[in-house]
């Protein structure tokens, strides 16, 4: 059965870093584009960075420079670091895997385009 699980989420100040995990299960994540997307209350889930099976990755503006992905193929993981943390990140935050078709691309990585999800694990950021 496809799986993954996002953990590392929590409570952090102003100016803080988070790490994110992405474990996956019942398949190999190398071979997919993996993207992370959030979702704040009452606002539509949008995406924070996809990267492609070749490890290109594209990054939406808002956290260019701040945040990174990065793929632990040992262990079938893939963590986003977040630095420079401002409240409006705070949001659920989820990963994704692209659906079968065109799976090693990112493409606009739009959340429809991406078939199977995490659970979210939840960002807050106040002081």
């Known amino acids: 059965q496809v799986q993954l699980v996002e953990s590392g989420g929590g409570l952090v100040q102003p100016g803080g870093s988070l790490r994110l995990s992405c474990a996956a299960s019942?398949?190999?994540?190398?071979?997919?584009?993996i993207g992370w997307f959030r979702q704040a209350p009452g606002k539509e889930r949008e995406g924070v960075l996809c990267?492609?099976?070749?490890?290109?990755?594209s990054y939406a503006d808002s956290v260019k420079g701040r945040f990174t992905i990065y793929r632990y193929n040992a262990k079938n993981t893939v963590y986003l670091q977040m630095n420079s943390l401002k409240p409006e990140d705070t949001a659920v935050y989820y990963c994704a895997r692209k659906s079968a078709r065109g799976r090693n691309f990112c493409g606009s990585w739009t959340p429809i385009d991406f078939g199977s999800w995490g659970q979210g694990t939840q960002v807050t950021v106040s002081s």
């Open positions: 019942g398949f190999t994540l190398e071979y997919y584009a």
């Open positions: 990267s492609t099976s070749d490890g290109s990755t």
